[in-house]
Every structure is written in structure tokens, then in C-alpha cells.
């Protein structure tokens, strides 16, 4: 295999969707990603971020076994590259004189020819990289066939010195390999820290990312490649997996990537949809359940879950069943089976009275000469989630649950009631982002959505007041300030960490802004027993957000 120099690099870059802890799985998504890549006459394939463990791995990567697994995996495929095909650069764990690091291998003429390791570790928001990896050193360029590759790895990017460092010690190219989860900024975060680091560098910038769900994270590709120019030379899709040839020249003032294809991104209230809808097929995929069972109320947060499930396993796979209660009106019986039958997918009533009175006499003794009150609309709820954890366990399919963000927010929710669920893809949107992801479901659906094209929601759904249906007449403004208004407190208190006093300084009433915070902070004992979900927002309930339980805390407008 020639080390001259070239004039021309074929680099396919593998936008792909790794399982974490699947190594041998992995391990043949690469196979077969190269070997497409060799057909198309390839030099060179780049993968993601510790493709091989799958990313992120968190504590699964201090395992030896796992560790031996991956290093494994490496050598393996670094033997297959002496068959006079593609170099490849993968991600992968790597223990190296007793120290684990995120390191990228270049497999080159049938061995592992080169190790470079990431040396800025994010430690914050959902990262937690410091607790299971070493510090890289400084890394200089991999010299491949002539060409010198600066390989920064994800984080590696967002501050001056890795680059600085490869740009001073001979960079031609910068190739860098991500592990970086969608929220809705990011699009542009990405494209302005790339951006700065050609600008700085004068270097050509491929920026590879992973797709695919790893428990509430979501990523989401949408890979390019920037030239020194800052021009954009290829932009691959988000939300779907590809392999692509990249043609790279050296010209007098150094390399340039040819222009290929730019794929418009899906953002927006569209980016958020094929999120949760991406975040549900692979968790329900990645863990082997066969499908999913909801209850559909006739409201708007389970008609969205029905929609984002059938578009992301088929109608087939997803069971819908109605609950009905005396509460229950003749509005959300026909709004439901109007779901049901829009989406094409199973739906069952279940009549709950029986479950729910029978709960009532078991009590009876114990609450006598008490007030009916919460607990025992609460017993509505539980008989619900009893339900359908039944038919869970006797059929497998997951149950899933559809709280959305202003009643994680808030509590209002009923634990090991409405609650129950193994997933819920509506855990990072507020009420009036579902409402309005709603209307969007109802004209686009994601490319590789599975479910009906056109409208799958009746207007009424979307228009009608929001209730729990667990007494006569009720509706949530009856406990909730409206949506509009607490969603923007919740955003400030959450997203934001502004302090009440800032808050009510915008215009809103303090006395409401202080009952909001104190709902927020009494309700972390719920979150921390709810399902989890796809992030979305900066700041999700989970990795994102880590409150004490026992917090006395409390401020004043």
C-alpha cells in the first residue's frame, strides 16, 4: 500500500447508529459500512465517537471485560484492513498503561497503527466523562498517505487549545469524530464553534456525528464538512443514518473538499417531533420489546404519544386502550377512537368502575368519616396504570407514558398511577409545546415515519380545554395557572435558574411565580421515580437537572 504523497483523498464519512454494549454488533455495522465504502473507492472511513462500546457507555466502560471486548473488536477489524481496502478511523475505548482513555484508532495495513486520545472531557450537563476516562495528552497530526489529519475528538473542538495544538504541529485536515445529542440549540452551537476553529486554524473542519437513542439522549447526525473558507462543502441529513464518499484536493493553498450533497436540515418544532419519535423507536428497538400499550384519554398528550409511536414502530406494534370512568364524557370516547382509528392501530375500552370501587370498599373502613377528596380521584389513576401494566406483562409490550414537562414540573401526576411506563416521549416538552407539535403532526410527519400521512388528530382534541376527567366538570386551570403563562415561569425557573425576584420582574404576578417554584421543588420526588425521556430542552429532568430529594430551600418574590 502506497505512503506517497497524493493529490487526491476519497474519505467516507459513517453517520451511523451504534447500540451500546453491543460490540459485536457494532463491530459489523463497521464491517459493512467500510465495505460499501471500499466499493465506492474509498481511501479512508471515519466513524463516530467510541462507535465500537456504543456511545455514551457511562459505567459500563470501567468493566474489564468490556474493555478487553472493545480492544477485541479493534484488532479484529484492524486485521480485515490488510486486505488493501479502506483505512479506518474508529472510536473506541482504550487502556493503555493503566490509564483509560476516549480514544480514535487508525487501522492501516492490518494493525492498529495509531492511537490519539481525547483530552477535553465534558463534565457537565449530561456528560460525565471525568468519572470513567483519563486526560489524552496534547495530540499532534496522524500522518496518513502522505496527508497529516488533525483528529480532535468531539469536545476537543469547543475550546482553542486542541486545535491551536494540531494546527501549530502540521494539521492539513481536520477530521473530528462526535458523540453529540441533540436539544434545540444546537444546530446553531455546532456550526458556530466549527466555525471559530476554521477561522483560527485555517483548516478544513469534517464534522461526523452519530445518530440514534441511548436512553433519554437523542443524537441526531446532521454531519458536514466546513472548508478553510468557511464555505459548506457537504451536509448530511439529521435523524437518518449514511454512508457517504467525501472527495477531498490539495491545492496550493491546501486541502478543499469537493462539493457534494447538503441535505436541508429538519429544525425546529420538525427537530423536536423526530426526536421523540427516533428516542422511542430505538429505546423500544435497542431493549427487544415487541411494541408499546397506551392509555388514549380522548386529550392531547396521549393523542401525540399515539402518533409518535405508530410513526416510530407502525401501527401494528402499538395497542391503544381507553379507560373509561363516570368522569369520563362522550367527547373523549369519540376523540380517542378517532386517534385510534386515524392512526390505523389497536384500541380497546376497558371500563375502570369495577377496579376503581372495588379499591374504594377495600378503604372504606380506613377512611371512614373522611372527605372524598384527591385520594380518591387519585384512585382512578392507579387503577388505569394497574391496567395497563397488566396487559404489559402479559403481552410484553412496554407501557408508554405521556406526562408531559409543565406536570413533571408540577407534580400533577399521580405515582404509580398515569406515572407507570417504561418511556415517555413527552417528558422534555412543555404543555404548549405539545399542543403545538400537535398541530405540526397533523401536516408533516418525519421522512421515516411509519404512520398515516394527513391529519391523525381531531381539531377537538387539540382545542378543547385540558382535564383529568377524575371529578365532575374539572379542568386543569382549576389547580394550574394557564399553560401559556406557567410553562414561561417553569422555562425561567428551570431552563434558565433565574431567581423568583427576576421572574416576577418580568411581569408576572409574584405570588404565582413563587406557588410555581414552590411546586417545582415539593415535586422532585416524583421526577426522580418517572420513566425516562427524550431531552429536548437545554435543561431536561434527568441527566441535565440533579436536585436533592430533601431540599428546604425555598425563595421569595
Not at 142 to 164: A, M
Not at 238 to 253: G, K, L, M, S
Not at 298 to 306: I, M, N, T
Not at 464 to 490: C, F, G, H, M, W
Request: with cysteine.
Amino acid at each position: 500500500m502506497s505512503s506517497a504523497p497524493v493529490d487526491q483523498l476519497l474519505i467516507a464519512f459513517a453517520q451511523l447508529n451504534p447500540i451500546v454494549g453491543d460490540v459485536a454488533g457494532n463491530l459489523e455495522k463497521a464491517r459493512a459500512a467500510r465495505a460499501l465504502a471500499a466499493g465506492q473507492g474509498a481511501d479512508l472511513v471515519l466513524f463516530t465517537e467510541l462507535f465500537i462500546a456504543g456511545y455514551p457507555p457511562e459505567d459500563l466502560v470501567l468493566k474489564p471485560a468490556f474493555q478487553a471486548a472493545c480492544r477485541k473488536a479493534v484488532e479484529a477489524l484492524a486485521a480485515e484492513t490488510a486486505d488493501g481496502g479502506p483505512a479506518v478511523l474508529i472510536g473506541t475505548p482504550w487502556l493503555e498503561g493503566g490509564k483509560l482513555y476516549n480514544a480514535v484508532a487508525l487501522l492501516e495495513e492490518g494493525r492498529v497503527a495509531t492511537l490519539r486520545y481525547k483530552v477535553d472531557l465534558p463534565n457537565y450537563g449530561v456528560f460525565d466523562e471525568k468519572r470513567v476516562f483519563a486526560t489524552g495528552p496534547m495530540p499532534g497530526p496522524i500522518p496518513f498517505r502522505g496527508v497529516r489529519l488533525g483528529v480532535p475528538v468531539c469536545e476537543d473542538i469547543w475550546s482553542t487549545d486542541v486545535i491551536e495544538c494540531l494546527s501549530e504541529t502540521g494539521s492539513e485536515i481536520l477530521l473530528v469524530p462526535n458523540g453529540s445529542p441533540y436539544r434545540r440549540t444546537v444546530y446553531d452551537e455546532r456550526t458556530n464553534i466549527a466555525v471559530a476553529r476554521v477561522v483560527e486554524s485555517g483548516l478544513p473542519l469534517a464534522y461526523v456525528n452519530q445518530i440514534g437513542g441511548q436512553d433519554e439522549l437523542v443524537f441526531d447526525g446532521g454531519s458536514f464538512v466546513l472548508n478553510a473558507d468557511r464555505s459548506l462543502a457537504v451536509q448530511f441529513p439529521n435523524f437518518q443514518e449514511r454512508v457517504r464518499i467525501t472527495r477531498w484536493e490539495r491545492w496550493a493553498d491546501g486541502w478543499r473538499c469537493e462539493e457534494g450533497a447538503r441535505a436541508p436540515l429538519v429544525t425546529g418544532d420538525e427537530a423536536d417531533y423526530a426526536a421523540c419519535v427516533l428516542g422511542l423507536r430505538d429505546y423500544v428497538e435497542k431493549n427487544r420489546f415487541p411494541g408499546v400499550v397506551l392509555g388514549l384519554s380522548g386529550g392531547v398528550d396521549s393523542a401525540l404519544v399515539a402518533a409518535m409511536a405508530v410513526d416510530a414502530l407502525g401501527a401494528e406494534r402499538v395497542h391503544c386502550v381507553m379507560l373509561p370512568y363516570r368522569y369520563t364524557s362522550n367527547e373523549s370516547l369519540s376523540d380517542a377512537a378517532s386517534v385510534a382509528e386515524a392512526l390505523g392501530c389497536r384500541y380497546d375500552i376497558v371500563p375502570i368502575a369495577d377496579g376503581v370501587e372495588g379499591l374504594e370498599a377495600c378503604l372504606a373502613p380506613l377512611f371512614a368519616g373522611t372527605e372524598r377528596g384527591v385520594t380518591e380521584e387519585n384512585l382512578q389513576s392507579r387503577a388505569r396504570g394497574t391496567i395497563l401494566m397488566s396487559i404489559s406483562n402479559k403481552f410484553g409490550a412496554m407501557v408508554v407514558t405521556t406526562g408531559n414537562k409543565s406536570e413533571m414540573s408540577t407534580g400533577y401526576a399521580t405515582l404509580y398511577g398515569d406515572m407507570n411506563g417504561g418511556y415517555n416521549p413527552l417528558k422534555d416538552l412543555y404543555k404548549t409545546e405539545v399542543f403545538r407539535l400537535c398541530r405540526l403532526r397533523n401536516r408533516w410527519k418525519p421522512a421515516e415515519a411509519l404512520g398515516p400521512d394527513g391529519r391523525v388528530m381531531p381539531d377537538n382534541v387539540i382545542d378543547k380545554p385540558p382535564t383529568a376527567e377524575l371529578r365532575e366538570n374539572q379542568k386543569d386551570q382549576d389547580s394550574l395557572p394557564p399553560y401559556e403563562v406557567l410553562d414561561a415561569i417553569l422555562e425561567c425557573l428551570v431552563e434558565k435558574e433565574l431567581p423568583v425576584a427576576e421572574i416576577a420582574a418580568l411581569g408576572f404576578d409574584p405570588a404565582l411565580v413563587a406557588r410555581v417554584e414552590r411546586m417545582l421543588n415539593i415535586a422532585e420526588y416524583k421526577r426522580r421515580q418517572a420513566a425516562p425521556g427524550v431531552k429536548i430542552t437545554t435543561r431536561n429532568f434527568g441527566r441535565d437537572r440533579r436536585y436533592p430529594i430533601t431540599n428546604r430551600f425555598r425563595e421569595t418574590a
